[in-house]
């Protein structure tokens, strides 16, 4: 539940839900190489998320169809991570953040999960875009707070549009950017340095 807190080095942790996990140059994990997660749901549990800047070539149309007319461009799946990569996650942006709709569950202002077994035709007029990922990213409890601790992910505020953006392959170097200061020259990291 968002807002329950977790204790990090003898602290609580708030739930991160609706922020970004950008990975760090520290990390190894081929599966996260530059990756930027928006975490859709962070509980004592574990956390759940999907990496935004991973599109594939398979349009949206070649899987659900009926779907595609709502999906922003790149109109294409996305590798959400590598955990059930045979699920379909599917974000949504809301013209109206502050209605409810059937099948949508809020992680940030208008953007949020929706249902896939909603009728597209009933949400077009309360629907900007929506972005489907193939897979997840999952960590179950106390993990991803180890990895943050040991330096492999920076936790950053998303904006609305990061889930969204029309040049993905950009989203790395440009969420880093705009913090400024250390963060943004971490964007000018060379991808094939170690820090080994």
């Known amino acids: 539940m968002q807002g329950e807190g977790q204790a990090i080095g003898g602290r609580a942790m708030a739930s991160m839900t609706g922020q970004l996990l950008v990975a760090t140059p520290a990390l190894k994990d081929p599966n996260f190489d530059r990756t930027v997660v928006l975490l859709v749901a962070h509980e004592p549990g574990g956390a759940l998320g999907v990496v935004l800047n991973r599109a594939t070539e398979v349009p949206v149309a070649d899987v659900l169809g009926d779907w595609s007319a709502l999906a922003r461009e790149p109109a294409v799946l996305f590798e959400g991570g590598p955990v059930q990569p045979d699920s379909a996650i599917c974000l949504a942006r809301m013209r109206n953040p502050v209605r409810r709709l059937r099948g949508f569950h809020q992680v940030l202002g208008a953007v949020g999960t929706i249902d896939l077994s909603v009728d597209p035709e009933r949400l077009r007029e309360n629907i900007a875009g929506i972005r489907v990922f193939a897979g997840y990213s ?14 492999s992910w920076f936790v950053l505020d998303a904006l609305p549009g ?35």
């Open 162 to 196: 990061d889930a969204f953006v029309d040049r993905p392959d950009d989203l790395w170097p440009m969420v880093l950017r705009r913090q400024g200061g250390m963060m943004a020259a971490v964007a000018h990291f060379p991808p094939d340095v170690s820090l080994n």
């Open 138 to 151: 999952g960590w179950g409890a106390g993990q991803l707070e180890q990895e943050i601790e040991e330096g």
